[in-house]
């Protein structure tokens, strides 16, 4: 069985378990609920506590986290673990690999893939991914090892993304417009009124006149966001036939997600990591490279 372990410190002396573990140590109310429901799910000194107990400065609360409930198969697919710690694993994902199993679809999934690396190294653990890449899309995806490492890591993880989209872009921006589902569409989206928050900041690295390699951040999370606005900017991903026509400059829409920062939630070290850009994406600049100026060499990671 898992377990978390935390130390009170002299501000929480005379805390309730529960504030504490709320307020403090960051646990959901769900996960403080299933501890309440698991023997001896919170000890300290070895004796169960209820939520409701008071703390002193210098306790050390154990909580035993219940099993998890493994639905998916595992599959032995490599994988690229860029990092791995007892509480949460780092991949860089490969295009063409869908994350998750879908309907209709049953060929293998990087969820498929993790749960049988979880597997062949004695662990049983549900894949928690607290990031999606579409299916063409590659770069590096963070799984939880546990809803309490999930719940924390919910919207604090900072991605970068690197993409190629088609024609002379420069400068810096931000587009902020609302992205919908498109009308009689079920996964296609489009910029338009009534639709979610959309913000994404984007800065021009280099170009030929012909592609623009680009970096991109993105303040909201919302389903092919950067394709969406990269579209609706005029310079739609290279590749991308689904938002744009291009079907010669790559055989799959441009797209690498770059680095991750991010601070552990149990230990607070900042944790910054990178992924190469694929094969794909680093033959085609070359492809648009100038040997005598050589816009994208620099940025070849």
């Known amino acids: 069985m898992k377990q978390l372990i935390f130390t009170v410190p002299p501000s929480n002396d005379?805390?309730?378990?529960?504030?504490?573990?709320?307020?403090?140590?960051?646990?959901?109310?769900?996960?403080?609920v299933r501890l309440k429901h698991t023997q001896?799910?919170?000890?300290?000194?070895?004796?169960?506590?209820?939520?409701?107990?008071?703390?002193?400065?210098?306790?050390?609360?154990?909580?035993?986290?219940?099993?998890?409930?493994?639905?998916?198969e595992g599959a032995?697919?490599?994988?690229?673990?860029?990092y791995e710690d007892e509480s949460l694993l780092v991949v860089n994902k490969p295009p063409y690999l869908a994350v998750h199993p879908s309907a209709g679809?049953?060929?293998?999934?990087?969820?498929?893939?993790?749960?049988g690396y979880y597997q062949r190294q004695g662990e049983a653990c549900s894949f928690r991914?607290?990031?999606r890449l579409d299916r063409n899309t590659s770069g590096l995806l963070l799984a939880a090892k546990n809803p309490h490492i999930a719940f924390a890591l919910t919207g604090k993880v900072e991605k970068t993304y690197l993409a190629i989209v088609l024609g002379n872009l420069e400068g810096t921006g931000t587009i902020d417009q609302p992205i919908r589902v498109k009308e009689g569409c079920c996964i296609t989206r489009e910029v338009g009124e009534g639709g979610k928050e959309s913000r994404t900041h984007y800065e021009a690295?280099?170009?030929?006149g012909q592609v623009t390699l680009v970096r991109l951040q993105l303040e909201t999370g919302r389903t092919h966001q950067i394709r969406v606005h990269m579209s609706w900017l005029g310079y739609p991903l290279a590749g991308d036939t689904m938002y744009g026509t291009d079907e010669v400059v790559m055989a799959r829409h441009a797209l690498h997600c770059v680095s991750m920062r991010f601070s552990h939630p149990l230990t607070g070290e900042r944790i910054e990591l990178t992924a190469p850009l694929p094969d794909d994406m680093r033959t085609c600049l070359k492809q648009h490279t100038n040997p005598k100026t050589?816009?994208?060499?620099?940025?070849?990671?």
């Not at 690295?205 to 030929?208: E, G, H, K, V, Y």
């Open 294 to 301: 050589c816009n994208f060499c620099e940025h070849l990671l």
């Open 76 to 82: 032995d697919i490599p994988l690229s673990i860029v």
């Open 205 to 208: 690295l280099a170009s030929d």
């Open 14 to 32: 005379g805390e309730t378990i529960q504030t504490f573990l709320r307020q403090t140590c960051g646990l959901s109310w769900r996960m403080v």
């Open 129 to 131: 991914p607290t990031n």
């Open 105 to 115: 679809k049953p060929e293998p999934t990087l969820a498929n893939a993790v749960v």
């Open 40 to 72: 001896n799910g919170i000890t300290v000194g070895g004796e169960h506590r209820r939520t409701i107990d008071r703390i002193s400065a210098g306790d050390t609360l154990v909580l035993s986290l219940p099993e998890d409930e493994v639905r998916i």
